[in-house]
């Protein structure tokens, strides 16, 4: 019995290569920044919950010690390599007066925020945690969202032994952006958060989204208690 003739296989061409390659370039080009939006939107999520997660801890701790408890912030002034970028929760011991600014203990280390996540000093400028005031100092208990440690003074947000905010302004807002000598470059337009607190500590995450113009931005509802 004969062998069946040789059949030669077919081959893509050239112009067939250039093709395909041609689909994958731009199912790329739609596909990339469709993922990059959603990579970021989950490192501003995870930022969030770890800073709101971080603020809870502070009021906890300042109640459950009868003490006096600060979620803590570097700004330009203090260090312009970590600016708007990391956190920390300092408590202070109030059981043997005299008590000064410098006393006190770390109860949660530094943290840093995702790479290209920020927390914006100038947005809502009324109520910014970032908002200065003008009030002094007064036994432990920050009357302007000012605590110094070992000499450095950092911006903050206080909690009262009873679980209450230590200062008038007392929201923070997240969005992506980068810092730029010292001073931080938020994203328009991009969506945002905001960790926004009661007077009486209570917090919770509103989403929000920035406009065309710098520091514009708007409330789009609540996403987490």
């Keep these: 019995m004969r062998n069946p003739p040789f059949q030669s296989k077919s081959a893509f061409t050239l112009a067939e290569l250039l093709v395909v ?5 731009i199912m790329s080009a739609i596909t990339l920044p ?6 970021g939107q989950s490192r ?4 969030t919950n770890a ?15 009868k003490e006096p408890a600060y979620l803590i912030f570097h700004d330009d002034i203090t260090d312009p390599e970590l600016a708007y970028r990391s956190y920390a929760v300092f408590a202070i011991d109030i059981s043997s007066p005299p008590v000064t600014q410098d006393d006190g203990y770390f109860v949660k280390d530094w ?3 995702p790479e290209g996540i920020l927390i914006d000093p100038d947005a809502n400028p009324s109520e910014n945690l970032f908002e200065i005031g003008n009030d002094p100092w007064d036994g432990a208990l920050n009357k302007n969202n000012e605590l110094k440690i070992d000499g450095t003074t950092y911006i903050t947000l206080g909690f009262k032994p009873t679980g209450e905010i230590a200062a008038a302004s007392h929201h923070i807002h997240l969005a992506a952006g980068t810092v730029i ?3 931080p470059e938020i994203f328009n337009p991009c969506p945002g ?3 926004h607190f009661t ?3 209570k917090s919770l995450i509103l989403d929000t989204v920035y406009g065309e113009n710098d520091g514009d931005f708007q409330l789009l509802g609540e996403t987490a208690e």
């Design 199 to 201: 007077t009486f500590g």
């Design 111 to 113: 943290e840093r925020l």
């Design 44 to 47: 501003l999520e995870a930022a």
């Design 51 to 65: 800073l709101h997660s971080a603020a809870k801890l502070a009021r906890q701790h300042a109640v459950t010690h």
């Design 21 to 25: 390659i041609m689909i994958i370039g």
């Design 193 to 195: 958060k905001q960790i």
């Design 34 to 39: 469709m993922l990059s939006g959603i990579t």
């Design 181 to 183: 000598n010292g001073r």
